[in-house]
Nanobody, 124 residues
Framework: QVQLVESGGGSVQTGGSLRLSCAAS????????MGWFRQAPGKEREFVAG????????LHADSVKGRFTISRDNAKNTVYLQMTNLRPEDTAVYYC?????????????????WGQGTQVTVSS
């Protein structure tokens, strides 16, 4: 099983940028697709972005397409989420997750391991 630790969250103003990182431990990192999800207060956890094991296949939710980019560095066992042009509706706890699959998906049930989350707050 993969252990995941997120970092890079914080508070920014509308239009600002942040880069989230997710450090993974465990020898299966490069075999797994990875994903980012988020959960705002009072709302269900939602898919943000996913990336295949080799980094070539990527998925982004429509709400973040063109603003967020997922990437990974298998040599560093790390997955990233670059967030630009942030909006107040992006405010949430962001979670990194390791998939049971090798290709990216948006289904919550496809993910086996989760980090503790990092808070992102965007003020207007």
């Amino acid at each position: 099983q993969v252990q995941l630790v997120e970092s890079g969250g914080g508070s920014v103003q509308t239009g600002g940028s942040l880069r989230l990182s997710c450090a993974a431990s465990g020898r299966t990192f490069s075999d797994s697709a990875m994903g980012w999800f988020r959960q705002a207060p009072g709302k269900e956890r939602e898919f943000v972005a996913g990336i295949g094991r080799n980094g070539y296949m990527r998925l982004h939710a429509d709400s973040v397409k063109g603003r967020f980019t997922i990437s990974r560095d298998n040599a560093k066992n790390t997955v990233y989420l670059q967030m630009t042009n942030l909006r107040p509706e992006d405010t949430a706890v962001y979670y990194c997750a390791a998939s049971k699959l090798r290709i990216p998906t948006s289904q919550f049930s496809d993910f086996a391991s989760w980090g503790q989350g990092t808070q992102v707050t965007v003020s207007s």
